[in-house]
């Protein structure tokens, strides 16, 4: 194993813990997902616990984000693209087909690569799940959210004397804590972050690491992430995915020092991927 997974490991070690005991958030049984013809998802099991951070690592192509997807249907929005199994969030199935889609990705937010800002200003950015969603009934209640969202994104401070300003002329890494702002203000209970530092520098990772150790002690976030100090610096368990399999999941200590399969042991020791 490398020096600098092993140093993030240690680094972790006693930052994170959610007991084996942790409520269930999200269960997903033997969900597949087949884009046209084609299975890209082969029956995936896995329980995700209330407050835990949830890495999902593995090579490119194997099915992390496509898995990802199924947990707010965002596959829903792929044309050709089908989910079949169960998918529930607290006991209830998400693709029961009177659940209203809208209000099930405000419970469970998503991150994107690039960081995306609406095109209007950073006030906005934030104001509008809050305004869709009927969160703040007067302008008082919604100033107070849009500063309590960028309070908890860490960049209140930073951008608090331009909030009338476009969210998109912010710097890479900001406008990635304003989009973590924007998912945060409508009191999501699920974060799904789909690789959220691969467009940034070291610096701003590290803040957005910080945060997402922060973020965790009030939601449930699954991260999806090529970078495997990444992976050991911030979750409590990770999933290791390969070929459109799910292969493991366990405390994220266990996977990178005693994995189970080889398929995993070979991953993570840089054999392929
Ligand atoms: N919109 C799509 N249409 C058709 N096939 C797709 C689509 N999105 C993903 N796939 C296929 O599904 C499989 C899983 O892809 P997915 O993007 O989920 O993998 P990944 O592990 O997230 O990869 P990466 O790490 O490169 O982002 C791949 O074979 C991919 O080509």
Not at 93 to 117: E, H, T
Not at 174 to 179: E, F, G, I, K, T
Not at 221 to 226: L, N
Request: net charge negative; charged share 25%; hydrophobic share 40%.
């Amino acid at each position: 194993m490398e020096n600098n997974l092993q140093r993030s490991l240690a680094a972790a070690e006693g930052t994170v813990g959610v007991s084996a005991a942790a409520k269930i958030k999200m269960t997903a049984r033997d969900a597949r997902v087949f884009y046209g013809e084609k299975e890209a998802l082969h029956g995936v099991n896995l329980d995700i616990r209330e407050n835990e951070v949830l890495a999902f690592i593995g090579p490119s192509g194997c099915g992390k984000s496509t898995f990802l997807r199924c947990l707010n249907r965002m596959n829903d929005t792929i044309d050709g693209c089908r989910v079949t199994g169960k998918i529930e969030l607290d006991g209830e199935d998400i693709y029961d087909r009177s659940l209203d889609v809208v209000l099930l990705r405000a419970r469970v937010g998503m991150v994107f690569q690039k960081p995306n800002p609406f095109p209007k200003s950073i006030y906005d950015n934030i104001a509008y799940g809050p305004k869709l969603h009927g969160l703040a009934s007067t302008r008082a209640e919604l100033d107070e959210v849009v500063e309590r969202s960028l309070i908890r994104a860490g960049l209140w401070d930073e951008v608090k004397d331009r909030l009338d300003q476009p969210g998109t002329g912010l710097s890479g890494g900001q406008q990635q804590r304003l989009c973590i702002a924007r998912a945060v203000a409508v009191s999501p209970e699920v974060i799904l972050m789909d690789e959220p530092c691969s467009a940034l520098d070291p610096i701003a990772t590290a803040k957005v690491e910080q945060l997402i150790t922060e973020l965790a002690e009030n939601f449930t976030i699954v991260i999806v992430t090529h970078n495997m100090q990444q992976a050991a610096r911030v979750s409590n368990r990770t999933a290791f995915f390969h070929l459109g399999d799910l292969v493991e999941v366990d405390d994220t200590t266990h996977i990178f020092t005693s994995p189970k399969d080889k398929r995993t042991e070979d991953y993570i020791t840089g054999r392929f991927g």
